[in-house]
């Protein structure tokens, strides 16, 4: 099937509000940026090995008078050290305890008052400093340096470690930055300021390890006070539960027990984690398919590209570019997986990631997902677009052969186009007042014929023999200037005009110089002026017509400024009969208008999970969204909908098709192109050079399903292959990085480490179906 292009312009705005189902997310604030640790090859670790010995070299460790700030290579942060702001520490006192504060009550007849125990506060340090300066300004810009590092513009707190105490870093900010003190009379000058942790504790370098291998752990943590590991199970075969026990008995139990079926209803037919183009076939013609894009078509020479490690994402649309028309079609990329099959099921459940990141207001570009058949017919499909002009991005699941379908499908209630339809959702939409931009479109015109030129030649010498500055001399002023003004036709190789006359005007000398000279009564401050005229026609050729004047300037009496008078002037003219029109480049500029209703919500820079599945005649989507820091599910969803299926649809799927697309906007209209030659590409100018939205795919896994009921009864929650995770400081689980917290047993204690104390604890399943590795990070009261 070769397109399915309808006749849409680039839209207006028309927003669908979202609506109903708000949950909370449960993830926030955690460092998990360990949660999929792996043992480093040795090649890894040789490679780490340098980059930490560069990284020391760079950043070295704080010395005995200072700190560093704001450090935290994991998330690219190398922070600011205390010398570099200008500034020497003083002895900074480890404070034993933070601020506590007793609650009592008074109890009537009681002697004394009844204790109920205190409230332990943040620790507050204080750091005296002394600021060494040169000079006035030397002091006002390590003042602003100083003012700029560290006054926090964000509710985030930042790491700051003492050389006093290298192994602890400490998590605040600053609540105390007084005005320096000066020291006898010197620009050198002293400050102590003040900062405060809300979490009081120091924390240590993380620690890293591994159970045995009877999947057993005893250790003594480090630290002295409570410590909260993150456990990473890695899968060697399917499983129905995994958790841990210490010697207490406390536990974490996730899944099932084993004297439970162990079927698994729900086996995986597909899975790609995105680590490399080749699983894909990349569609340059889209008459090879049996199915159309919607109103958008592939580009032979687009590009792909790998993101990381593990997703794939767009790199260009297109190396020829298409042109602007005020059509709505997009192009772009296609990439269509292997064949898989669901079995004996009509049942299926797909899990991908998708992302899209929009960087300039007006773009309109998209990127989806295709559910196709085992023929390779298009089924629906689901994914992000922008709105264009600034409006807010879409978000949407459509279902048909074509786009007409998609329509009457979408009236009957079969799909979703929208904001999304969560609370959530609707609480991230930020509408703001809209603005119009102007867009300068210029046109290159090589076949310019100059009708007529004036060009201005003025030059002025003033002196001024009586400015304080610079007596007992003079000063002698020099001003020139050449403005030129044309009027000028694009014609084409006959002479024909192809267009209105075009004016200009350009300053192409203006030169200002002053210099001193013996301060003498008989300087004559004068002015020249020279205007010359050009015109061409077909009668006279060239003709040309010059003036010029001489004016003398005479100071003011008792006031500043100068009289001019005019002591000589002379005008000419000539033609030349055989002279023809001069042709320039040149270049037409025009203006156009567009808006930008400048509006923003939770999709304009979204990662989503989708999770979209078919049971019986119930087809569900709900997308969650995803964090950017550690790439974990939120429980924040933007779109939870369940829709019935139509008698006879057929929604057996056995192929995915991922589609990366770019409407061009005015902004992308060409104005030049200079053609290839030699070894040299062909290269284009635009109206307005702008970013592309960031359009990437990631973890795609396909399911078959049983059926509905039997999906309830499934106790084979992981597979050989798999990962999970259980987080012990927010108290959540995770399996492949998704949020997995319907499988946890209420019972769960989550029992963590304590610093000098011994620690014991029993993984399961054994170690021949999973190992397990740890990371906490020892914390100091």
Partial sequence: MATDIINETLPGDDVNAPDINFQNDTTSGSDTSNLNYQEPTDGQKQLQAIDDEVKSLLYPEPKDYEFVFGQNFDKGMVGINSRTLGLIIGQVPLPPAPTITENTQNVSGMYGQRWLGNNYGAKVFNIPATVIADDENDYLNKVESISN?????????????????PERTYYG???????????????????TLQFTCSDPHGYMEQEIGQADNKNELSLMPLGNDTAKPVFQYTFKSDANNFGYVNDKGENVFVGFSDDSSTQDLTPMVY??????LGTFTKVTDMSTTNFALANANVTSDGTMRILGKFAIANDKFWTAPKDYTGQATMFGNLLLTKKFSLGNTDNWGVS??????RYYNRAYQRIETYLLDSNGKKIGRFGIQDYGTGGLTYIYILFGETIAQEQLNLQKGFGYWGTGNTEWAKAQVVQKPGFDITLNVNADEPNFSVDKQVTLDFHQELYDTGNPTYLPDAVKWTHTTRTVEKWKTPRDSSG????????????????????????????????DYKRTTLVWNSSQGESITWSTWHNVGIPNAGRNGWTWKATDYQKGGSWDKGSNRVNQPGTITSKAIEHDYNDASALTNFWGQFWVRKIDDKLMITVYKVNDADGLQTNNVVLD???????????????LGYYFGKAPIHEDKITKTTPASDDKPASYEFVKSYPDD??????????????ADALKRAHTIIHSGDTATIDTETENVYINGVLSNQYLSPASTYPVFKGGSQAKFNFFPTADKASVQYVYRPAMK
């Fill in 271 to 276: 899975f790609d984690p995105m680590e490399d």
């Fill in 173 to 191: 900010h600053f609540t105390a930055i007084p005005e320096p003190q000066y020291i006898d009379h010197a620009w050198d000058s002293t400050i």
């Fill in 352 to 357: 991908t990631r998708l992302a899209h990141r």
């Fill in 149 to 165: 590092a560290l006054i926090a513009v964000s509710n985030n707190e930042v790491p700051l470690r003492f050389g006093q105490y």
């Fill in 694 to 707: 960031e359009l990437s795919t990631s973890d795609l896994r396909v399911m078959a399903i049983t059926t």
């Fill in 496 to 527: 024909k005009a192809t267009g209105p006359q075009v004016y200009s005007k350009e300053v192409e000398i203006d030169q200002t110089s002053h210099q001193t000279v013996p301060n003498k009564n008989n300087y004559q401050t004068f002015q």
């Fill in 641 to 655: 909908m369940s829709f019935d299926i139509p008698e006879n649809f057929g929604s057996k799927i056995a192929q």
